[in-house]
């Protein structure tokens, strides 16, 4: 039976019996949601004190990516065990270029979330931006066991 704790700043004391207890609860959930802010790092992961089975990260208006006329945006997806996700998207440019990069992966102990900056092709017929780690952008996830 969970007992709400009332913290205060510099009173209530934090002791390693009531930490365990925290952990206890955290790792007893089925599921886990929440929101985390890109800090523009090629990479980073995200920790959740389990490895979850499927996480769906998205921007927050709710959306994934962004496709406009050559213009590729991501900004999340459904990653599942051994199923990441990724750009995979073909140019019509000439030379024909096949993008294929890391945007959300499922790691041991969490997922990893993903920041290109813009790429443009050399006659500027596409753009392409992982932003799962965007320098101060939020997103929203939900992890399952």
Not at 23 to 44: H, K, N, T, W
Not at 93 to 101: D, Y
Request: charged residues 20%; contains cysteine.
């Amino acid at each position: 039976m969970y007992v709400k704790t009332n913290w205060v700043d510099d009173v209530t004391p934090i002791s390693s019996e009531k930490l365990n207890k925290i952990e206890q609860g955290v790792s007893s959930l089925d599921r886990v949601a929440g929101i985390y802010v890109g800090d523009g790092a090629p990479f980073r992961k995200v920790l959740l004190g389990f490895t979850p089975s499927s996480v769906f990260v998205c921007d927050e208006d709710g959306s994934t990516h962004y496709k406009n006329s050559g213009d590729y945006r991501y900004n999340g997806g459904l990653a599942l065990t051994n199923a990441p996700i990724k750009t995979g998207f073909t140019t019509t440019a000439n030379p024909v270029t096949t993008v294929n990069e890391f945007v959300l992966e499922i790691v041991a102990g969490g997922f990893k979330v993903y920041y290109t900056s813009y790429k443009r092709n050399s006659d500027y017929s596409w753009t392409t931006g992982i932003n799962t780690n965007a320098n101060g952008k939020t997103l929203h996830y939900i992890a399952h066991k």
